[in-house]
């Protein structure tokens, strides 16, 4: 399995942006997908995860500013991150997990400065 994250880079506070996160696999055989992420200095964190039947979970964090959603047909999840702050600056990264095994996307950098 392999995981391919993307749409990092550099926006101002109050900005958006979406991540993609695409699979060599069909998606929905993950038991659940998820996003984590590190900022620097400290530990990789949960952001958000969706599961296999299409339910979600998000860090307090972010509860209302990020959205979790798949495309099932490109074997793709996405993040959806609007009014973003200083705070979500970090890399992001992309998780399977199925059947016991762990699987993770290389992080793409999310920058929020003005």
């Known amino acids: 399995v392999q995981l391919q994250a993307s749409g990092g880079g550099l926006v101002q506070p109050g900005g958006s942006l979406r991540l993609s996160c695409s699979a060599s696999?069909?998606?929905?055989?993950?038991?659940?997908m998820g996003w984590y992420r590190q900022a620097p200095g400290k530990q990789r964190e949960l952001v958000a995860m969706?599961?296999?039947?299409?339910?979600?979970n998000y860090a307090d964090s972010v509860k209302g500013r990020f959205t979790i959603a798949r495309d099932i047909a490109k074997n793709t999840m996405y993040l959806r991150m609007n009014s973003l702050k200083s705070e979500d600056t970090a890399v992001y990264y992309c998780?399977?997990?199925?059947?016991?095994?762990?699987?993770w996307g290389q992080g793409t950098l999310v920058t929020v400065s003005s």
């Open positions: 998780n399977a997990y199925r059947s016991g095994e762990d699987y």
């Open positions: 696999v069909d998606i929905f055989s993950m038991n659940i």
């Open positions: 969706l599961s296999n039947l299409g339910s979600t």
